[in-house]
């Protein structure tokens, strides 16, 4: 399930065994929290933790014993594993006797950042998997809007957009943003160009900017990114690195034959993103992407060899892209 359906599953009260899953710390948090907040009242003594780093064969049993402990003074007893990644052969000795007859007293709670292969625990029969995965922009963008206007703080679904944008849809810095946009504000509608402002822009979403101003050939717009870039920590070498990424990237999407679907799910990218690469790659040109990546290759390994300084070598290279054959 979406992590958005929690809520609505708790209320029915009819899962035991919850698999928090996914790269986003803030949706593992918030679940866990949900989840503590249902059953528990004394978490001092109805919750007990484990590393599942410490979890491997026999020791698997000391947390199926945990979780048919009685709680004390709580609804049901709630016992956590950690980055648990039990293979085949332990799920099948351990933990699916204890799922086919799981005490109604306890809920066991697995929490981890990732999928690792051997053991799909999110595909075992009684386990409720809840998807903690990176959420999609439309998502990020929906829940800044409802949560600003909650707050009497109404914006724009053009401000909640950039929100998400300015943020890379990471749910941890939009809700950190979000709550300082509703502590500035008090009351009152928020306009584009407050959120613009005071949003702070990750770096990676700046260079991404930039990256798009080369793909359109707009100067000006890459120069002031870069400015503003390199105003904020950043060097020439940064820049240059950025800039051939992204070509690399580009040009790659563009060589694969697998479809938008497919290559998305190899390079763990959004499959929105992937279309996108493929739109702005065949703007560009394979020729153009391969002369450029090559260009921007040879002048970071000029620099690295002591040939040419950072500024010059980037230099060379917008000269190139942005004004080479026009």
Do not use: H
Not at 36 to 53: N, Q, V
Not at 61 to 75: E, R
Not at 76 to 93: C, D, G, I, L
Not at 161 to 175: E, F, K, P, Q, T
């Amino acid at each position: 399930m979406k992590f958005t359906q929690l809520k609505q599953d708790l209320e029915e009260g009819t899962s035991f065994v919850y698999l928090l899953e996914g790269a986003d710390g803030y949706f593992r948090d918030k679940g866990e929290a949900a989840i503590k907040d249902k059953y528990l009242t004394s978490p001092e003594l109805d919750f007990a933790s484990f590393d599942g780093e410490n979890l491997k064969g026999a020791a698997i049993g000391d947390l199926v014993v945990a979780v048919k402990n009685y709680p004390f003074m709580s609804l049901k007893r709630v016992v956590k594993a950690s980055e648990f990644y039990p293979n085949e052969q332990e799920f099948e000795r351990y933990l699916k006797p204890l799922i086919s007859d799981f005490p109604d007293s306890a809920i066991l709670l697995i929490v981890n950042s990732q999928s690792k292969k051997g053991c799909d625990l999110k595909r075992k029969k009684g386990v409720t998997y809840v998807d903690c995965g990176k959420a999609d922009r439309e998502s990020v963008a929906k829940w800044a809007y409802i949560t600003l206007k909650r707050a009497g703080v109404p914006c724009s679904a053009r401000a909640s957009g950039n929100i998400a944008d300015y943020c890379l849809c990471d749910m941890a810095r939009v809700s950190v943003e979000v709550q300082k946009l509703i502590a500035y504000k008090g009351e009152g509608a928020l306009s584009d160009e407050e959120v613009d402002d005071l949003v702070y822009k990750d770096a990676d979403y700046r260079l991404y900017e930039m990256t798009n101003a080369v793909a359109r050939r707009d100067f000006t717009t890459y120069c002031t990114i870069k400015e503003d870039f390199l105003s904020k920590g950043s060097d020439e070498l940064a820049v240059l690195n950025g800039l051939f990424n992204y070509f690399k990237t580009l040009l790659s999407s563009l060589l694969s034959p697998l479809s938008d679907a497919r290559y998305a799910e190899e390079t763990g990218a959004k499959e929105y993103a992937v279309k996108m690469n493929r739109e702005r790659a065949r703007a560009i040109g394979e020729g153009n992407l391969i002369k450029w990546s090559n260009l921007l290759y040879g002048k970071i390994s000029d620099f690295k060899g002591g040939l040419i300084t950072p500024a010059s070598a980037l230099m060379i290279c917008e000269n190139t892209i942005f004004f080479d054959g026009k």
